[in-house]
């Protein structure tokens, strides 16, 4: 099980039991269960179909997504996406390879196969494969404690993608470190999609050769992002994620 805190293409990210539809919905809408007791709370793979739907705004624009869990397991999560933006649509699946080791789970490799549709070209799809040597952090395997810190050390990340023209070169990078830490274990959060308990930490979203710190919260019932702050190198919020729907 993934946090899903990558860009919005790969969306970044426990448990959740199955009710009935009815009862889905009425768990948005009234209050969330009471946090665990203590100051830890461990996540489980997130239920197979359930989907989740956000709107991201920055200074560039806005974006609608909709991300469907297709399978949550400790060594592969795979979703798809349905993203909306001023510039058009694309749809996508995201499947990611994870590994355990030690208290921490780790990514290793991300496939992202996008489908956009282009202006004289019809249907265009692309493909783009991400690996990173050693893996990439991604926070801890079980529990979830407040205070509790990890590091992301400078990693070789190769991207390769394909697309109608064939194949481009690899891009071969190495990342910069950062690091992540559990913020408050137990905090309430409202968004669109109504009032949930949350895990929120700290986290580094990397970007080739530079990384931006990122603020997050994901449901404690649910086990998938309720809100993502994106911040600039002073600090300031650049970008907002926010849940506005879950089924």
């Not at 404690?145 to 394909?162: D, L």
Request: hydrophobic share 45%; charged share 15%.
């Amino acid at each position: 099980m993934v946090r899903r805190v990558l860009p919005l293409l790969a969306l970044a990210l426990f448990v959740f039991v199955a009710p009935a539809e009815a009862q889905k919905r009425r768990a948005v809408r009234s209050a969330p269960p009471a946090p665990p007791s203590g100051a830890c709370h461990t996540f489980a793979f997130v239920r197979a179909g359930l989907r989740a739907s956000y709107l991201s705004e920055s200074p560039s624009g806005t974006a609608t997504f909709t991300v469907t869990h297709v399978s949550d397991a400790a060594n592969l999560a795979v979703t798809t996406q349905k993203v909306q933006t001023a510039q058009g649509e694309a749809d996508a699946e995201t499947r990611i390879d994870m590994e355990t080791s030690g208290s921490m789970r780790f990514v290793k490799h991300m496939k992202v196969t996008t489908s956009i549709t282009v202006p004289v070209l019809g249907r265009v799809s692309t493909v783009t494969d991400v690996d990173w040597v050693p893996s990439m952090p991604w926070g801890p395997a079980a529990g979830w404690c407040t205070g509790a810190k990890w590091t992301i050390p400078v990693m070789t990340q190769t991207v390769r993608s394909s697309g109608p023209t064939g194949a481009l070169p690899p891009v071969i990078t190495n990342t910069m470190a950062g690091e992540g830490e559990v913020l408050a274990v137990g905090e309430s959060i409202t968004v669109p999609a109504g009032t949930f308990n949350t895990v929120k930490y700290r986290n580094t979203i990397l970007a080739g050769t530079s990384v931006q710190p990122a603020i997050v919260w994901m449901s404690m019932q649910h086990g998938i992002l309720v809100r993502q702050d994106s911040l600039d190198a002073a600090g300031n919020v650049v970008t907002v994620t926010r849940l506005t729907a879950v089924q």
